[in-house]
């Protein structure tokens, strides 16, 4: 079994380099592009914002887009 920082760091790498490849994308684009399943992209995102690689653009939660940091 995989430890944690296996299993959502290497979920978290892929989340990043999609983010990197396309830019800034919403959840069901992230989950389109990645293939991952909801608990997985939300632990990548989760791994990520923590690790303060990534921020949130937009007001509404149902239409916000995630992206790197500059």
């Not at 380099?17 to 909801?38: F, V």
């Amino acid at each position: 079994m995989p430890t944690v920082e296996e299993y959502f760091g290497k979920n978290a790498g892929v989340v990043w380099h999609a983010l990197k490849e396309k830019g800034p994308m919403n959840i069901a684009q992230l989950k389109s592009k990645t293939k991952l399943t909801d608990k997985e992209l939300y632990g990548a995102l989760g791994w990520l914002g923590r690790e303060g690689k990534t921020c949130i653009l937009g007001n509404t939660p149902l239409l916000f887009k995630f992206s790197l940091k500059e």
